[in-house]
């Protein structure tokens, strides 16, 4: 009787073990599939800029095997990732985001749903030393057993921020004020 009582406990014990595993806490991993660009005008042609370097931190929730639910993310962006492919234009962007005071773009998730491949939500966006909450409006859907992708586009006024717009040829070319970020982040979890 009493090995039947203690088989029966252990039975508990790794059926609520398993409960618990179905909706665990999960880190979250950037895959290195991820792709953030930057676009925006000037008063001479269009110009597009690849972020080369994104670092991801984060916790999720896993239900079933699906994530479920973001519950902490942060996104880094070291300024100097950003890549024309021209020099000067490098150097003039990394002038105007102040990297030498701010080397980092920062974006924590301050909050999210996920419902129907859609994510809505907000954040708390840092550029060049300045803080603004912004929206979250993205899709997503599920590749494999633990991968999330994450797509986007997000629109940005660098005025907001503090960020003067570069110029360059002293003032005859100047940037237009608006950027725009095409993403896709793929979460792995």
């Known amino acids: 009787m009493k090995k039947k009582i203690i088989n029966i406990c252990l039975l508990w014990v790794l059926l609520f073990m398993g409960i618990i595993n179905l909706n665990a806490q999960v880190p979250l991993k950037l ?80 909050s999210a749903e996920l419902v129907n491949g859609k994510i809505r939500g907000e954040g708390k966006l840092q550029i060049a030393g300045n803080s603004l909450l912004v929206p979250v409006n993205a899709s997503y859907s599920f590749h494999g057993n633990s991968e999330l992708l994450v797509k986007g586009v997000h629109k940005i006024d660098m005025t907001r921020f503090g960020i003067n717009p570069p110029t360059a040829l002293m003032g005859s070319v100047t940037t237009g004020k608006d950027v725009t970020i095409p993403y896709e982040i793929i979460i792995n979890y």
């Open 31 to 110: 895959s290195a599939k991820s792709t953030m660009v930057v676009t925006g005008t000037s008063t001479l042609h269009d110009w597009e800029s690849n972020i080369t370097n994104i670092q991801l931190t984060g916790t999720g929730k896993k239900e079933n095997g699906k994530l479920s639910a973001i519950e902490s993310l942060t996104l880094t962006i070291p300024v100097k990732a950003i890549k024309s492919g021209k020099g000067l234009m490098d150097d003039k962007t990394y002038d105007a985001l102040k990297s030498k005071q701010h080397p980092n773009i920062k974006f924590e998730l301050v």
